[in-house]
């Protein structure tokens, strides 16, 4: 059975205390599991975890909209799916394709001065899905902290409302609206959606 394993590290993680980021992102990843068994932080501001094959891209956009809340961070995220050969108490100990393709995917990314990929078995699936999530990283990279933020809590919290939102961070609901659409949130659920319906593809 495939698996999908998402490796990825934040992006200026030494212009910002450490706790700012960490702290959220170990409760954020908390949600898929248990470290070290299902994920882990290493290496000062890497991170791995796995995930179910369907939720990979909405996973992807809750880390991506956690860390671009924070003023002058980013993270560069590589999705690898693939087998998995050897199941460790520790997920940077398991191995298997579909960390091998996570883990060499997201150093290609960091040669290439990009922020999201995906590597599978299939290259034809490759080239389809990458290409569209080169599009899709030209807004998502250019989230605002308070974009992102908004989007965060969409993405982790289905069914809150835009007056909870306004509420929330004492804001107009306008305001909640505003950025949504500049989120281009409507394209972002088709986005995912269409990813859903090419994995179900790629692992019947």
Not at 119 to 146: H, M, V
Request: with cysteine.
């Amino acid at each position: 059975m495939m698996k999908a394993v998402i490796t990825g590290d934040i992006i200026n993680s030494e212009s910002t205390e450490t706790h700012i980021w960490l702290t959220p992102l170990k409760a954020l990843l908390s949600q898929w599991g248990d470290s070290p068994l299902d994920w882990e932080i290493y290496r000062g501001d890497e991170f791995q975890l796995k995930c179910e094959l369907d939720s990979a891209f909405k996973v992807v956009l809750a880390i991506k909209s956690l860390v671009k809340s924070i003023e002058n961070l980013d993270v560069r995220i590589a999705i690898g799916i693939g087998d998995e050969k050897f199941n460790s108490l520790k997920i940077t100990e398991s191995n298997g394709s579909a960390y091998v393709n996570s883990g060499r995917l997201l150093n290609q990314l960091k040669a290439e001065g990009k922020t999201l990929a995906i590597q599978t078995p299939n290259p034809e699936f490759n080239d389809e899905i990458n290409l569209l999530l080169k599009w899709a990283s030209i807004d998502f990279d250019n989230w605002t902290w308070a974009v992102a933020q908004i989007i965060h809590e969409f993405i982790t919290q289905p069914g809150i409302t835009q007056e909870e939102l306004a509420q929330k961070f004492s804001i107009t609901q306008s305001s909640v609206s505003q950025r949504l659409k500049r989120a281009n949130l409507d394209l972002i659920t088709q986005t995912d959606l269409y990813f859903r319906r090419k994995l179900a593809l790629l692992h019947p």
